[in-house]
DNA sequence: ATTTCTATTGCGAACTATTCGCATTTAGTA
DNA sequence: TACTAAATGCGAATAGTTCGCAATAGAAAT
C-alpha cells in the first residue's frame, strides 16, 4: 500500500517553491473550461451561468452547464468570482473588480449599470462595530427606470 | 348578451363610496387564504414561500403553494410585501415596513439582523440625479459572522 | 336571499435553476 | 512515461417557480 499525500498539505521549502512556479496561485489547475469561463465573465459582466454556458459553447461545444456550475463556485471560493443578486431567482456572475461596486438595474430594458459609493465602505465599519460582525461581504442595489424606459411609458 | 363592466372602471361619486366600505383598499378580494399568508408574514420577517406556506398549513391544510407564490406576487404589487434577497438563489418576504431598513445576515447561523441608515437614502437621491433613473426600490445587504459563529470558528 | 360574474383557489404538470453521482478524461507530478 | 487526484461530461435528481384549467367562492346586482 502507498502513502497518498494530500496535495495542500504543508511541504517544506524547497518543494514550496517549485510548487509556486508550477501551480498558478489559486492552487487549482489550468484547465481549458476553466480558461475560457474566466475569459467569458472577464470580458462581458453580470451574466448568468445558463448565458456563461452559452457563450462558451461556441469555442467548446461539449463544455457542460454543470462544470460551468462547479466553476463559478468554485472561483467564487477563490474570491476571484463574485456573485450579484437581480430580483430574479437566479444569479448573475462578473470578475471580481478592483475597487468596490454596487449596481443599478432598469426594470424596462434590464440595463445594468455599476456605481461607486465610498459611503458603503463607511456604512459597513460602522455596522460591523455597532453589531460586533466581522464583514465579508456588502451589496447594493437599486432599481428603477432609465430616462429611455421612462419615456416610453 | 349583457353588457359586462371591468370593475376597474370609473363608477360615479356615490357608487364610490359604496365601494370603499365593501373592498378593501387595494381593489383585492378578501380571502381566508389572503388574509393567512398576511398575517404570517407580518408575524414573522423573512420567510421564503415554502417556509410561508408550511406555517399556513397548520391552519388551512389544503392551502396550495401556488396559492402562496400568487399571494405574495400579488400582495408584493400592490405594495404590502418586500422580497428580500440574500444569498440563496430563492427570495424571502417581509410586509412592508414602515421604514426602510436592511440586512445583516450571518453566514454562521443564518440569522437576519435588520438596520437602518439614513445615508442610504442619501445615496439613492444620488444616484437618482447622477444618472437620471427614477430609482423604485433599494436593498442594502451586508454578510458575515456575528460573535458567537465567530467565536466557534 | 338569490343570482350572476369573475377573481381566486387547488391541483398537477411544466418549466427553470442548481446539484449530485459516477464513469471517464486530463493536468501536474514523479 | 506512468501515476494519481482533480476536473469534466452526462444524465438523473432535487429545488424553486410558474402555468393551465376546472372548481370554488367573494362581491355586486337584483
Ligand atoms: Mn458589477
Ligand atoms: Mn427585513
Ligand atoms: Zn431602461
Ligand atoms: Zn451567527
Do not use: W
Not at 10 to 20: D, F, H, R
Not at 28 to 38: G, H, S, Y
Not at 72 to 98: C, I, M, N, R, S
Request: hydrophobic share 30%; with cysteine; proline share 2%.
Amino acid at each position: 500500500m502507498r502513502i497518498v499525500r494530500n496535495r495542500n498539505e504543508e511541504m517544506n521549502t524547497k518543494k514550496k517553491v517549485k510548487a509556486l512556479q508550477t501551480y498558478n496561485e489559486t492552487g487549482l489547475r489550468k484547465t481549458k473550461q476553466r480558461a475560457l469561463i474566466m475569459e467569458i465573465i472577464r470580458r462581458e459582466r453580470h451574466l448568468d451561468a445558463d448565458e456563461v454556458c452559452r457563450r462558451a459553447r461556441a469555442e467548446q461545444p461539449r463544455l457542460s452547464l454543470s462544470t460551468v456550475y462547479r466553476t463559478l463556485q468554485t472561483l467564487k471560493e477563490k474570491g476571484l468570482v463574485e456573485e450579484v443578486h437581480f430580483d430574479e431567482a437566479h444569479h448573475h456572475y462578473e470578475t471580481k473588480p478592483a475597487s468596490e461596486h454596487h449596481h443599478l438595474v432598469c426594470l424596462g430594458c434590464g440595463q445594468v449599470i455599476e456605481f461607486c459609493y465610498s459611503l458603503v465602505h463607511f456604512i459597513k465599519e460602522d455596522v460591523a462595530e455597532a453589531r460586533d460582525f466581522e464583514i465579508t461581504g456588502s451589496e447594493v442595489r437599486m432599481t428603477g427606470y432609465c430616462p429611455t424606459c421612462r419615456r416610453s411609458k
